[in-house]
Nanobody, 124 residues
Framework: QVQLVESGGGLVQAGDSLRLSCAASGRTFSSYAMAWFRQPPGKEREFVASISWGGVTTYYVDSVKGRFTISRDNAKNTAYLQMMSLKPEDTAVYYC?????????????????WGQGTQVIVSS
């Protein structure tokens, strides 16, 4: 089992940057694929980005490509989401998640472990 704790959210203006962190504890972090999902106000949770165990393979939702970068540091048991050129539509609660499989890296059901979420608000 793995426990996940997100941090780094906050209130920013459009065009600003933020870096979210997801600290993992428990079983070997490098055994898990990691992902970020987000839930905008009044909407369902949606996939944002995912990264394979070693960090070689990444996937992004089209709306964040070129602006967001997912990464991980297995030595620090931490995953990151660097967000640049933020837009008001990026406003959401951001969750990190861990999965032992990377077969369908965009699917929420693949991820067995979740953090509590961190709020990101982007003002226009």
């Amino acid at each position: 089992q793995v426990q996940l704790v997100e941090s780094g959210g906050g209130l920013v203006q459009a065009g600003d940057s933020l870096r979210l962190s997801c600290a993992a504890s428990g079983r070997t972090f490098s055994s898990y694929a990691m992902a970020w999902f987000r839930q905008p106000p009044g909407k369902e949770r949606e996939f944002v980005a995912s990264i394979s165990w070693g960090g070689v393979t990444t996937y992004y939702v089209d709306s964040v490509k070129g602006r967001f970068t997912i990464s991980r540091d297995n030595a620090k048991n931490t995953a990151y989401l660097q967000m640049m050129s933020l837009k008001p539509e990026d406003t959401a609660v951001y969750y990190c998640a861990a999965a032992s499989s990377f077969r369908t890296p965009r699917k929420e059901n693949d991820y067995a472990y979740w953090g509590q979420g961190t709020q990101v608000i982007v003002s226009s």
